[in-house]
């Protein structure tokens, strides 16, 4: 039995003293979590933009007159937007370049999506004085707009005021991808680099990065078990030590170890559910890497569109946004609504199509789903419904609402958003389990009853007990040498 106790004591020193730094790493980032999403965010003066209805843009001239003026013969999108108190046509080329041309005349915007981007940021931050510093078009994720923010491409409008304000703005549905100030730039980095370790990535690739960390999360779930067990196999011989150091009089001189046994097993729970959370989560992102996932883009014959966009069989006041979009072999007017409804009109007639966002939706999810090899359609009738609210689910970091869910009879549920042709997430068996063992083993969303504020205290005290469990560790480790 000596041996044994010695060699747990070993190998619990050892797997500690392996894990403390990314203990140290995980417990820091993990604490200042809450000031960068919470009590340090910073606050924007509008984050949602309120388009015209279309009765108040009153477009002077029809969509394909603006098309045969400027002899483009095909598009992928269009929609129709207030700038400045005019009203253009926003046109997405077959190049994927957006321009803008009069509602009224057809002429051409110049740096037209530049301009949009500019006023739309202003709009967010109702900041009509400050210099734009610069505006940069990005097209990937990088470490102060994060995979998080899922939109792109979007622009970067950086502010010149002390705040460093930057805002990204999605032009084409005309919303805000995130904003962030200099201290959130700074959190953002931090935690970036202290808990999701993404310098890893740079070395080695995302592969990489998730078995290191997996590695490293076994190792703490050893030490744990380890700890677990000395503590099982010798506290009845603490507990005499302790009582006979009181009797005699003698003074405490393991006191650092004391306090490492029994806070550590004051917070071994949440260490369990730390370390169970997180290592389900990179063992589901492992399963899931796998090549780019496809994305779908259309080209759209302008001859092909004979119907005045101008002359649907709707009010003009219900029209908030008009797109264009081809499936089935068809072509057809997308129309979003202010009862946030999405209406198919065909382009030319006008015969409106019934259950067109649903159908729409099944034909994504087909084309979306056939993208891993191997994966056959769903037989029979798909049970498709409109998400206009977030959810455990399909939670708030998706972005995109209102959403199509696409049930399949595999437990597979697919989200798309029509109006931009997106899959915005997709959920199975496994992806299901993972994500809510993370928000309620990882970020404690299970106290959200008690308000935001009291989840991440809480969550703030999960991670400070494990660090100094980790510290006293260490201490005590020094203090044997």
């Known amino acids: 039995m000596a041996t044994a106790k010695q060699n747990f004591y070993k190998w619990h020193r050892i797997l500690g003293l392996t894990a403390l730094v990314p203990v140290i790493f995980w417990t820091l980032s993990g604490l200042s979590h809450p000031f960068m999403s919470n009590w340090f965010r910073p606050a924007i003066a509008q984050e949602v933009f309120k388009?015209?209805?279309?009765?108040?843009?009153?477009?002077?001239?029809?969509?394909?007159?603006?098309?045969?003026?400027?002899?483009?013969?095909e598009f992928r999108n269009f929609g129709l937007i207030s700038l400045e108190g005019q009203t253009f046509y926003q046109v997405l080329g077959k190049d994927s370049i957006v321009n803008y041309y009069s509602a009224t005349n057809g002429e051409l915007l110049k740096d037209g999506d530049q301009t949009y981007a500019k006023y739309l940021a202003r709009y967010f931050t109702q900041d009509t004085v400050s210099r734009?510093?610069?505006?940069?078009?990005?097209?990937?994720?990088?470490?102060?707009?994060?995979?998080?923010?899922?939109l792109l491409p979007v622009w970067k409008i950086s502010f010149d005021r002390p705040d460093?304000?930057?805002?990204?703005?999605?032009?084409?549905?005309?919303?805000?991808?995130?904003?962030?100030?200099?201290?959130?730039?700074?959190?953002?980095?931090?935690?970036?680099?202290?808990?999701?370790w993404q310098f890893l990535a740079a070395i080695g690739g995302e592969q990489f990065r998730l078995i290191v960390l997996l590695i490293i999360v076994s190792i703490m779930f050893f030490s744990l078990l380890s700890g677990l067990t000395v503590y099982g196999f010798s506290w009845k011989k603490f507990k005499t030590a302790s009582q006979n150091r009181k009797q005699a009089g003698r003074k405490d001189t393991r006191f650092v170890h004391r306090f490492h046994r029994q806070i550590g097993l004051i917070v071994s729970f949440v260490m369990l559910t730390f370390i169970i959370s997180g290592a389900f989560h990179i063992i589901v992102k492992l399963r899931n890497i796998g090549p780019d996932e496809k994305k779908y883009s259309q080209m759209i014959n302008t001859k092909d569109v004979t119907l005045s966009n101008l002359k649907l069989p709707l009010a003009d006041s219900t029209i908030l946004k008009t797109g264009i979009v081809n499936f089935?072999?068809?072509?057809?007017?997308?129309?979003?609504?202010?009862?946030?409804?999405?209406?198919?009109?065909?382009?030319a007639n006008g015969q409106e199509l019934a259950d067109g966002d649903k159908r729409y939706a099944a034909f994504l999810t087909g084309f979306y789903r056939e993208a891993p090899s191997g994966i056959k359609q769903a037989k029979g009738k798909l049970?498709?419904?409109?998400?206009?609210?977030?959810?455990?689910?399909?939670?708030?970091?998706?972005?995109?609402?209102?959403?199509?869910?696409?049930?399949?009879?595999n437990n597979e549920n697919w989200y798309v958003e029509t109006t931009t042709s997106q899959l915005?997430?997709?959920?199975?068996?496994?992806?299901?389990?993972?994500?809510?063992?993370?928000?309620?083993?990882?970020?404690?969303f299970g106290m959200s009853w008690a308000g935001k504020n009291i989840r991440d205290v809480a969550s703030m005290l999960a991670a400070l007990g494990v660090l100094v469990v980790s510290l006293f560790g260490f201490a005590a480790f020094i203090k044997n040498k």
């Open 424 to 444: 915005a997430e997709k959920v199975t068996g496994i992806d299901r389990t993972e994500g809510f063992s993370f928000i309620f083993l990882h970020k404690y």
């Open 383 to 409: 049970k498709i419904s409109q998400i206009r609210q977030f959810d455990n689910e399909y939670g708030f970091i998706n972005k995109r609402l209102p959403v199509q869910k696409v049930e399949y009879p």
């Open 132 to 150: 734009i510093k610069s505006l940069t078009l990005q097209k990937s994720f990088d470490g102060h707009y994060q995979p998080i923010n899922h």
């Open 51 to 73: 388009p015209l209805p279309q009765s108040e843009m009153k477009p002077g001239i029809s969509v394909q007159e603006v098309l045969i003026k400027n002899g483009i013969t």
């Open 164 to 196: 460093g304000m930057d805002v990204y703005i999605e032009t084409t549905q005309s919303r805000m991808g995130t904003f962030n100030n200099n201290t959130r730039k700074a959190m953002l980095v931090f935690f970036e680099q202290l808990h999701t």
């Open 328 to 347: 089935y072999g068809k072509t057809w007017y997308q129309i979003s609504t202010n009862k946030k409804d999405v209406l198919y009109f065909d382009v």
